[in-house]
């Protein structure tokens, strides 16, 4: 075997080495690259990998603070800004949600309702929903199965976000901690933790009254 033949094997041998990793580190689901799949309690649901970088929040997503720290949720995924980016994560237990997202599994352990989806599991709180963590029991929870609901007409498109103006020359500072007090405000209205279209007319109720102009 001359020179080449063993340095050309050397490589091979390096790449292979540094692919191994890689490959096991990349999330996986039928066609769904950056992706992982929940099946836990049969929630089957299709979620962005923790770790997953996103040049950009998806539309609708909640702010939410949690000591010194603020993190963004939408459809069951938390997020966390990194760089100019936003990197999707498991949420710190104790920090709490207005209202649950859409997808998720009702679990019945040790008595008491817990509300799972994505990895996370949810527990009630005055001001919405709490992450806790994954209670004793969990790998033999019951599911509560909704009762069924009748067919129903497809529901009108969702209403785009509004575009928010402050009319009284608000700095961007001023309008994020306006949209905080507002969300926060708007878990309290009756129904709002229910049905989200009641948590978003309270949001925008409350932002209209502090100045800014929603369209």
Known sequence: MNKFQISTLSLLALCGALAAPLAEAQPHGP???????????HH???????GYTAPRLP???????????RYWFHGGVWYRPYGGSFRVILPPVGVVIPVLPAAYVTLSIGGLAYYYANGVYYRPAPEGYAVVSAPPGADAAQVVQAPPTPPASLPPPPKPDPIIYPRNGQTN?????DRRECN??????????????????????????????LK
């Open 31 to 41: 066609g769904r690259p950056g992706m992982v799949f929940d099946e836990r309690y």
């Open 44 to 50: 089957d649901h299709y979620y962005p990998a923790p």
């Open 59 to 69: 539309g609708g997503a909640v702010v939410v603070r949690y000591g010194p720290d």
């Open 173 to 177: 500072e001023q309008l994020e901690s």
């Open 184 to 213: 926060r405000w708007a878990t309290t209205q009756p129904r709002a933790q229910a049905d989200s279209s009641v948590f978003n007319r309270a949001v925008e109720a409350c932002m209209d009254g502090r100045g800014y102009t």
